[in-house]
């Protein structure tokens, strides 16, 4: 099946470096990123990995919980860790799970499902498990990345996408383009002038269908 944006994500229970997780458990009533990697011991993914160690703090003021992938088994996270929390300064305290059956690169199609052994593998074996998911309370998708083996990921981009997700949740609002926190945001289409002034004050009317208003706080 293809994954989809507000489609349920697929709940699965694996082994994890913090012991047996199953996702919707794990989230709880927070928001999930779910971010994936081909190998341990990759130079890209330990950089990766070292960026989200040290965005922690600002994952928690945004009630998230981050939660990797990798194609190896926890014995191998956890040699790994050392060199992840070595390289961020921090220690990496987000759970990294065994993914060495496929299980969930074949579940969130980050793969083909009959396309690699789980043995003798290489990154390059696995090389589009590259991709973000965050996944909303209602354990909904609501955004979904994919990058190339090359390409480090930009975590202030993923923190900018969920500070939009979470500001625009359930409101009539959206955020245009290079939107950063603080920044006005666009008065949804099915307000009329009226209502979006009723219920955000002052609007900026640029062109009939694009409308602007002070950003709600969260």
């Given amino acids: ?36 990697h081909p190998k341990d011991f990759t130079p890209v993914c330990t950089t990766e990995f070292s960026a989200v160690a040290q965005l922690a703090p600002e994952f928690s003021k945004r009630n998230t919980k981050v939660m990797g992938v990798s194609v190896d088994n926890v014995e191998e996270h956890k040699k790994w860790k050392r060199d992840i929390d070595a390289f961020a300064g921090t220690p990496a305290d987000f759970p990294i799970i065994d993914d ?3 299980l969930v690169s074949k579940l ?35 955004l979904t990345m994919s990058y190339p083996m090359s390409v480090g990921r930009n975590f202030a981009e993923i923190l900018r996408a969920l500070d939009a997700i979470q500001i625009t949740d359930g409101a ?46 969260k």
């Fill in 108 to 142: 969130y199609e980050m793969l083909p499902a009959d396309a690699y052994l789980t043995d003798g593998r290489t990154p390059a074996d696995s090389a589009t498990v590259r991709t973000v998911f965050i996944i909303g309370p209602d354990k909904k998708v609501r």
């Fill in 172 to 217: 009539p609002i959206a955020t245009p383009a290079n939107w950063v926190p603080g920044q006005d945001v666009i008065v949804g289409l099915g307000l009329n002038d009226e209502q979006a002034k009723e219920r955000f004050g002052e609007i900026n009317i640029e062109l009939p269908y694009l409308r602007f208003a002070k950003a709600p706080k």
């Fill in 1 to 36: 099946m293809t994954i989809r944006i507000n489609d349920i994500a697929p709940n699965f229970t694996v082994n994890s470096t913090a012991g047996m997780l199953t996702l919707h458990d794990w989230i709880g009533d927070s928001y999930a990123i779910l971010f994936s």
């Fill in 100 to 102: 060495t059956s496929l």
